[in-house]
């Protein structure tokens, strides 16, 4: 970042705050601390600013700096953290609505997905991911966005959790086919 720009570099960072706070409030599932999370690496971009070389762009950049923020606040409240018990969403087993044969593979097709490479440009297909994550129960989506948002590894998020890595594959497994009905339903159908 150029040193005679500050004032814009400020701007662009209030700019992305919003965005910054909806992926935050996704994994952490608690205003407080995503505002915390997002805080601090607003305060950490401020703090160096010409940390910020301009090889990606600025949102890249901070978003690489929240995953850290997010994951340190994950350890530090790891004993804090409270689980809604919702509705009885995970009582019911979302196997049960689909029509599998005996040897595992689907008895009906699945719904024609079109180009999801195409959809991946949408701005509208990020809305509707987003909705359908925050539709997970709380402890699927929290598992879902560690693996594939905040790319931790399977052992480290059983390390982290205490989980076994059976019911991490069981809760992915189960989150991912929550997503796929839910885009099924809400994205893929309604065009």
């Known amino acids: 970042m150029p040193t005679d720009q ?4 400020e701007h662009q960072l209030v700019a992305l705050r919003s965005y910054l706070m909806r992926f935050a409030r996704l994994q952490l599932r608690n205003d407080a601390w995503a505002e915390d999370a997002v805080s601090e690496t607003l305060l950490a971009a401020l703090a160096k600013p010409l940390a910020f070389e301009a090889r990606s762009q600025l949102k890249t950049w901070l978003v690489g700096i929240l995953k850290h923020k997010i994951i340190d606040a994950m350890r530090q ?38 180009n999801p490479e195409q959809d991946l440009n949408s701005r509208q297909f990020f809305v509707i991911l987003e909705a359908c994550t925050d539709k997970l129960p709380a402890v699927q989506g929290r598992l879902f966005l560690m693996r594939e948002w905040l790319e931790l590894s399977s052992d480290d998020i059983c390390k982290e959790l205490g989980l076994t890595p059976t019911n991490l594959y069981v ?16 994205w893929f159908a309604a065009r």
């Open 6 to 9: 500050p004032a814009e570099f």
């Open 77 to 114: 409240r790891q004993r804090e953290v409270v689980l809604e018990c919702g509705s009885g969403d995970d009582s019911t087993d979302p196997l049960e609505h689909m029509a599998f044969k005996r040897d595992g593979h689907f008895a009906e097709k699945p719904a024609d997905w079109g």
């Open 171 to 186: 809760q992915l497994h189960r989150a991912r086919l929550r997503l796929r009905e839910c885009l099924e339903l809400n």
